[in-house]
């Protein structure tokens, strides 16, 4: 709410003050914190060296500095989310990410190109092998540092309710074809724990959630994926680098959950196949002589 005040406030959001807090109230979660935070954000964008000054007169306040985003090496990169996919899923999942990295780097160098493909896949991999799926959920819900977030964002006792599209809650809408959320307990916070646990099971013929729409759809990209990345590096050169880029990184806009995911994917699918002929068209590198 704070960015969207800001924007607002800059002119590029094209609604009316009451139309956006009229939004703010049929919303009807948290609505006075909602506006302030609205409030704040056009305050900063008239006046930031104010909003600062006020923020750092709260007691215990702290100014957060934001720093220009640094170019990330390519080492750095898979090693840091290798250590997240093994965290996600175990080492064997891992490697499987760092291989095929690897593969792509070492391909590019001998054809002298850099390592942009190679950073593409290192970054769009790693979103095919790490959807947020049920059990994901459950492991971050689990994690001891969402406590302490709870913890330090609200005080006194609380109690926390969900609210699922999942199944076995949520349902469809026969009119739509849309998932409608269901309402859940905080009961749930002890069936995520258990999930945590037994995210082992994710994929095999005993997660429950395997054959859902969204599963299969994942699976699927997964595979393309990793056959796509094989037939760029199969005919790799000056001639097609970039079109192996593009396609390596079309991952990127397949986003949202549930029907939204669908139809990003099937917009990805489109631009994949125009970027399968580009690749095709490019004439075959010609073998080194001996």
Known sequence: MFMLGAAWQSGQVPLSLA???????????AVEMNRQAFLWGRRAAHDPVAVERSAQQIAGAQVI????????????????RVEFLTRYRNAAHARR?????????DAEARAGLGDTLAKAVAQQYFRLLSPKDEWEVARLYASPEFRRQLEQT????????????AWPFGRVDPKTGKAIK?????????????????RWLRGSLLDPFRNSDERRLERRLLAQYESDVAQCLARLDATNHAAAVELASLPERIRGFGHVKAESAALADRERAQLLVQLA??????????
Request: proline share 7%.
């Open 19 to 29: 139309s956006i807090d009229r939004a703010i109230e049929l919303n009807g979660v």
């Open 65 to 80: 500095g934001f720093a220009a985003r640094r170019e990330q090496p390519l080492a750095e990169t898979v090693a840091r």
């Open 97 to 105: 990410y760092a291989k095929l990295v690897e593969q792509v780097r």
């Open 154 to 165: 609200f005080e006194g006792e609380f109690t926390l309710r969900f609210h699922v599209g």
């Open 182 to 198: 269901r309402e859940v307990g905080p009961w749930l916070m002890s069936a995520m724990r258990a999930m945590a646990q037994l």
């Open 281 to 290: 068209a490019a004439p075959s590198p010609r073998p080194k002589a001996a």
